[in-house]
T-cell receptor, first 113, second 114 residues
Framework: ETGVTQSPTHLIKTRGQQVTLRCSSQ?????VSWYQQALGQGPQFIFQ???????GRGNFPPRFSGLQFPNYSSELNVNALELDDSALYLC????????????FGEGSRLTVL | AQSVTQLDSQVPVFEEAPVELRCNYS??????LFWYVQYPNQGLQLLLK??????LVESINGFEAEFNKSQTSFHLRKPSVHISDTAEYFC????????????FGQGTRLTINP
């Protein structure tokens, strides 16, 4: 069974640029969530996708957007990058809407200069 | 407001000593409770969870946590720690109503000294 995989693992961008992060969910999982973990902080919920529809969003501005594809993989896009966007971005998948457990990937570490 | 508080940002202990990492939450609805562990430069791994049933839950590596509804707590304990337990530990709550999101505490850095 393949776990949650994310790419790239590390990347550096400059202010104002755009970034796309990718996530492949664990086999059989149809729900994907994205979290932002700033240095020294707990993860913060960005949004969740269930069967290609966004069905929950945290307190993040519209320049954070996402997609889920028919194979349940997902993308996180961030436009007009700001210095405070520097963080570890974690993708998590789960096997169904009603379950509580999330399975996390290793994360993509974004540095904005 | 729904929130999770981990009362200690850092906990240093000696190897083979007992440890307790504290977690309290506030919620007006029923919750699921989780502890996740994060080793350096890695993602989060589920340590244990409470969904329903027995309020005492255990992990395969000797950790346990007890759900206390009246005190809205879910403290993590281990009777004897090892060097390999050095990591960041996050308490998380999922509110049963609404989106399947987790609300995390700020984390507790557990450092084991020989």
């Amino acid at each position: 069974e393949t776990g949650v995989t994310q790419s790239p693992t590390h990347l550096i961008k400059t202010r104002g640029q755009q970034v796309t992060l990718r996530c492949s969910s664990q086999s059989g999982h149809n729900t994907v969530s994205w979290y932002q973990q700033a240095l020294g902080q707990g993860p913060q919920f960005i949004f969740q996708y269930y069967r290609e529809e966004e069905n929950g969003r945290g307190n993040f501005p519209p320049r954070f957007s996402g997609l889920q594809f028919p194979n349940y993989s997902s993308e996180l896009n961030v436009n007009a990058l700001e210095l405070d966007d520097s963080a570890l971005y974690l993708c998590a998948s789960s096997p169904g809407y009603a379950t509580g457990e999330l399975f996390f990937g290793e994360g993509s570490r974004l540095t904005v200069l | 407001a729904q929130s999770v508080t981990q009362l200690d940002s850092q906990v240093p202990v000696f190897e083979e000593a007992p440890v307790e990492l504290r977690c309290n939450y506030s919620s007006s609805v029923s919750v699921y409770l989780f502890w996740y562990v994060q080793y350096p430069n890695q993602g989060l791994q589920l340590l244990l969870k409470y969904l329903s049933g027995s309020t005492l839950v255990e992990s395969i590596n000797g950790f346990e946590a007890e759900f206390n509804k009246s005190q809205t707590s879910f403290h993590l304990r281990k009777p004897s720690v090892h060097i390999s337990d050095t990591a960041e530990y996050f308490c998380a709550v999922r509110f049963i109503q609404g989106a399947q999101k987790l609300v995390f505490g700020q984390g507790t850095r557990l450092t084991i000294n020989p």
